[in-house]
């Protein structure tokens, strides 16, 4: 049996679950929220392509910030528990100006939900490691 979970998979499997814990709803342009889009913030495997892999992201992280990735039985499985850290933005040296609120409120001491860790870890990620890592994925919930 494979490990590997694709992505149609992994919507049927955690619909029902991100619906009774929403991610971050995304705001529309009229500023309304719309309930039925989200965006996950774990990694998984089915999001990665043929050149920018789980192991890859890993060692840039690993060789560029100098930091100890928590060791997991896979490389999703230490990702997804590197986005829970609560100090990776001291290591990240691009911080976009959409992180720099939760940041602040970090540094002040402030605890924040695990989403909000994991919000902001994905989006350092993301901006720090462009061509290893892939952009989130919005999620479209449908209604039962």
């Known amino acids: 049996m494979s490990m590997h979970m694709d992505f149609k998979l992994f919507i049927r499997k955690y619909t ?7 991610a971050r709803s995304k705001e529309n342009i009229m500023g309304s929220i719309d309930p039925g ?33 928590p060791i997991a039985d896979t490389p999703i499985q230490s990702l997804n528990n590197l986005l829970e850290k609560q100090d990776l933005y001291k290591v990240m040296t691009i911080q976009p100006n959409e992180s720099l609120g939760i940041i602040s ?30 952009k989130r994925q919005l999620i479209m919930l449908l209604q039962d």
Not at 16 to 22: E, Y
Not at 109 to 132: D, F, H, M, T
């Open 16 to 22: 029902k679950f991100l619906q009774r814990h929403p």
């Open 37 to 69: 889009r989200y965006f996950y913030f774990d990694f998984y495997e089915g999001e990665f392509k043929i050149t920018m892999t789980p192991e890859a992201l890993v060692k840039a992280i690993n060789m560029k910030s100098k930091i100890d990735i």
């Open 105 to 134: 409120r970090l540094k002040e001491g402030q605890s924040l939900s695990v989403r909000e860790i994991k919000e902001l870890n994905r989006l350092l990620v993301e901006v720090n490691y462009p061509l290893e890592t892939p």
